[in-house]
């Protein structure tokens, strides 16, 4: 290198060089040739800063480690666990750094140990705070609940070294230098510092001293732009540019309050407590307790033994404190008592319900008791949960709907209960029944009351709509789980029991409409089954063992009664009906009656003929999809439309449900072979027949978390094809990985293996003779570990391998 750089720049030698060759040539040629090559030299000399930085590069390959042993045993994602010399480490495959121990993990970073020293490693590999601190410590906080990907509010970092202490941000930036007694993070927009057992803070955001140190302790208070300030027995409060709005003269901690988009600071001197604005303004004192009230900007005050109601900002009594006990409002009303017993009054002191009562609750439309107004759902930490099924948000619906709907005053004196409503009015008087349990249906409350073991219903008026001459029964004899997240439609039906018939064991069950509060179906021994929103099942016993069976059309308010044939009945898509009799026939009928299909050969034994086919877990078999719906007869290849016609995919000899439009189908063909003479070669078709899987696989399996997905298996072959046709992986591999509980699977082709998505991309090539995954790492799979001959590498989901190897692996 040093020889070229000297052939370059010695512009001497190389003019020498011009005049041997240029003997005879002209001067004037040759002072232009010259010219030119001094030209070229200056331009070489800004060329050669950037040749010396690339040549490096140049031929260069990167040194592939070689070490004992590594894995995902005991690892923190992303780093991994390495044996080098005889002595463990945590290793960053990207950074490359050799780590001894993690002392703490939050977010995207790690507090590492090397050699007794402590560094900061952010999960992308880069040491953003080097390992030469005597400790550190994390300082992070969030709100809510903790999941993946959450936003910290704020990440510092605390380090300590040779006794003094210091703060950098989650960038490793020093904010607060490595000079103080003390440090401690006390919101995202300061740090505390301590000097001679005095604490002050320092702005996180430029490092300039907001306070000197001067206060003997201090801490968060209500938000990030205040600090509570102490001694040893007193409290005050700062806001963070260090201004004092409140005095250090009060006991123990300051407290806060929050009420209607107000917020205020308790503060407490003996007995007594001061309230004060956010800006430290006086606002009352004199009392000892003092309470929101939901919805409003006034406060329940207490002073001496009993309570009222204040407005905080023109001091003005509202209510005067007259009450032993002034329970929070919930919407405008409250709770009190007084030395007779317990009333109602509303925000302006007007009675709702007088004070003689033992004991006052608050209950909400469906009975559940409430204690203030807020909601009793929090959807904003399951916003991000993708998991929440299309059931629970209905439940969630549904329970809001019951929040918003009135509220009911539970009653009791002299032991004995009653109901009242928002306004006070009494819906069931005292002592009218012994039980009471509220129900709620489509915006009302209904009351299901008892006395003397026996029940009945009271409507939203106080009126008995059902007599209380029964008893309420929820066992086997009703059956909604059909419709149970319908909310509007099964929780409208009440079951009802009228005794049981002799010696039975059954109860004779009848059902009550809340929607047209009358009996819809009479007491009888008989099971009751809600199919859906238009039709209700009703099987009666008229004799041992024989059962007469009805469809309850709820839109039409008409009963259809089936012959006395009939054994079963079971809903087919939600307009038709499967009936099945005595001799095991089976008929699909529309729920009107109206015969859609019969075969003298289709009965409820099935065929023992038929191949099982794989579970579609999304969808149950024996329903129309995609217009067509398989009948289960001895030759296994025939459907119905929804008309009746038949449809006989002849070519093929057993056909599964066409799910997605597409179905397995299997042919037989002869195998001497077998005991049997014959084997079924498996295939897939679409609705005309047309062949999309050929029909040369002798099995065929589910994978897909709704085993969705099909891999069909011969010999050593696979393929993998979607339930809707769709071929994800075609001829020629094998080892397909079942279970689907990861965004991608592994597969094998040429006996090696590698790793592709859902979609058939393949993300690494089959090269390895092993591949792991790490469960704990990024889509709970990379890096993964591979196996290539007999080295063991780790490799990114850039299909690259990291330089670094090992004869063994870790477990």
Known sequence: MSALRHEVTDRHSIESNIQLKTSGIQGDIYNIIIKIFEKILRFMKHLLPIFFLLLPFFGYSQTVQIVESMGFERSISPLIKVKKEKKDFFYHLAGNHWIDDVEEHAADLFVVIKDGYYGVLHEDGDLIVPIAYDEIELATAYDGQWHKGKQYDYKYLVLKKNGKTGVADENGKIIVPVQFQKAEVINKNIIGVADDHLWGWVSALNSQILQRPQYEYITSFLSDEFVEI???????????????????????????IKGDGQTYIKGKKGTQLDLMDTNGNLLLSGYTHYKIIDGSKWLIFKQGNHYGVVDPISKKVIIKNEFEQLDSFIRNLGIAKKAIGYGVIDINDKTILPFDYEEIRVLAANGNHKYSSSPVIGMSDLIFDANITEQVK?????????????????????????????????????????????????????????????????????????????????????????????????????TFSDG?????????????????????????????????????????????????????????????????????????????????????????????????YSNTNWTSD?????????????????????????????????????????????????VDDFYEGYAIAAKKIIDKENYSGFKYQRGMIDL??????????????????ESDILIF?????????????????????QDLEVGGAYLNFTFAKGDKYGLADWSGKILVEPLYDEIRRNYEGEDKTWPLLVKEGEWYYFVGRDGQKYAIKSKEKRY
């Open 606 to 654: 099935g065929s023992y003929d038929l191949i099982r086919f794989p579970n579609y877990e999304k969808y149950p078999n024996g329903r129309f999809y995609h217009g067509l719906k398989k009948i289960y007869v001895k030759e296994g290849n025939l459907f119905i439309d929804t008309v009746g016609n038949e449809k006989c995919f002849e070519e093929y000899d057993q």
């Open 713 to 733: 298996s011969k010999l050593n072959q696979q393929i993998m094809v979607r339930r809707d046709g769709q071929i994800i992986l075609g001829p020629g591999y």
């Open 500 to 596: 049981k018939a002799g010696e039975h064991h059954a109860l004779k069950i009848g059902l009550f409409d809340l929607e047209t509060k009358k009996v819809l179906i009479s007491p009888h021994e008989q099971q009751i089954t809600l199919f859906n929103k238009d039709l209700i099942l009703v099987r009666k016993l008229v004799s041992n063992y024989h059962y007469q069976f009805s469809i309850y059309h709820i839109g039409q308010d008409k009963i259809r009664t089936f012959d006395n044939t009939v054994t079963d009945i079971r809903l087919v898509n939600d307009h038709f009906l499967l009936v099945e009799h005595h001799d095991k026939s089976l008929q699909l009928t529309d729920t009107d009656g109206k015969l859609v």
């Open 394 to 494: 209905q439940r969630l619906a549904y329970e809001v709907q019951i929040e918003q709907a009135p509220y009911f005053f539970e009653v009791t004196k002299n032991g004995k209960t009653g109901i009242c409503n928002w306004d006070g009015k009494t819906i069931i008087p005292l002592g009218k029944y012994q039980n009471i349990k509220l129900h709620y249906y489509n915006g009302k409350t209904f009351f299901l009351v008892g006395s003397n073991q026996n029940s009945g219903i009271v409507d939203e008026n106080g009126m008995e709509i059902l007599p209380v001459h029964y008893s309420f029964d929820d066992g086997y004899q009703y059956s909604a789980s059909g419709i149970e997240n319908q909310f509007d439609i099964s929780q409208r039906f009440i």
């Open 688 to 705: 005309k027949g047309n062949i999309v899987v050929p029909f040369e696989y002798e099995q065929v399996l589910t994978t897909g978390k």
């Open 230 to 256: 102490r001694t040893h027995d007193k409290s005050g409060l700062a806001k963070i540019n260090g201004e004092l709005i409140v005095p250090v003269e009060y006991d123990s901690h300051l407290q806060y």
